[in-house]
């Protein structure tokens, strides 16, 4: 069996790191430093919390930290640019005084993402896919760090094939980027699991998700603890890991380069595991 990718293995250079694509799945550890996430809201949203819940993540296997200071959960409230940034920027400081991986940052905000750069994070994640605020892809040329850009909508309506409707939207906010001056190579896509989809979409793109190849950048999928995990099995939000790796592993088989995930000590040993296969 031979993972599903349709590019070589290389390096993607993160200001200060370099990580490889292609040669094992990475594993992105989640730090949410805010109040109401739907998962850990409230465990890390101090910087001593933080900081020791990112050296433990590291310690279990995880290649990168992923740092939100804003719930993306349904039904939560935006929170201001002041307040994010507050919340963020202490905490990327001091992992950089105390780990030695790439630190990325969660948010769809230009404002936050500079700032967060500024204090030494190395990757962009934005769950709007620049496409709420498409000056964020300026910073990111401007630093010359990946961006991650994920797929999401306001509702779950499409007018066309999901799988389309998808690469649609993924052609936009990569269009976005290379006018920005993103490089080519610095992009990488989330099929967004749980954004902008019911649970049978979800599904459906879980199932299709080798066909967002034709694009021809590496895929992020972040499934960790998601409701179509709670609502396919019927499992409260810390009885999901079983359904996370079940998730995880049909996506690295069909040629996910990065999970993003809660519980890395578990994952990591799945994606070697799978990796030993598939790779």
């Known amino acids: ?12 250079p993160c200001r200060e790191f370099d990580i490889t694509i292609g040669e094992k799945t990475l594993v992105m550890g989640i730090l949410n430093v805010t109040p109401d996430s739907f998962s850990d809201g409230g ?5 001593s919390q933080a900081l020791n819940h990112a050296i433990a993540m590291v310690k279990e296997g995880a290649d990168i930290i992923d740092v939100g200071g804003e719930s993306t959960r349904p039904g939560s409230e935006e929170v201001s ?8 920027v202490p905490v990327i400081q001091e992992l950089k005084r105390f780990i030695n991986k790439p630190i990325s940052i969660d ?37 010359n760090v990946p961006a991650i850009l994920m797929h999401n909508q306001e509702n779950t309506i499409y007018e066309k094939d999901i799988i389309e409707a998808m690469i649609d939207f993924f052609n936009v906010s990569i269009d976005i980027a290379l006018k920005a001056g993103v490089k080519k190579e610095m992009i990488i896509l989330d099929p967004g699991i749980g954004f902008g989809k019911t649970v049978d979409q979800n599904l459906e793109v879980m199932r299709r998700l080798d066909e967002l190849q034709v694009l021809g950048y ?11 995990i709670g609502k396919t099995l019927d499992l409260a939000t810390h009885d999901r890991l ?6 995880n592993s049909i996506g690295i088989q069909m040629g996910a380069e990065i999970i993003r995930v809660h519980d890395i000590k578990e994952n990591v040993k799945a994606a070697q595991m799978i990796d030993a296969v598939v790779r």
């Open 1 to 12: 069996m031979n993972i599903k990718k349709s590019y070589d293995k290389r390096t993607l």
């Open 43 to 47: 465990n890390f949203n101090n910087v």
């Open 81 to 88: 640019e002041k307040e994010e940034l507050k919340r963020v």
């Open 107 to 143: 948010t769809y905000k230009s404002s936050v993402a500079d700032a967060a750069l500024e204090a030494g994070a190395n990757i962009i994640n934005d769950v709007w896919g620049f496409q709420k605020d498409p000056e964020i892809a300026e910073v990111a040329a401007h630093y």
């Open 218 to 228: 590496p895929i992020l999928l972040g499934i960790s603890r998601k409701s179509i």
């Open 242 to 247: 079983e359904g996370t790796i079940a998730l």
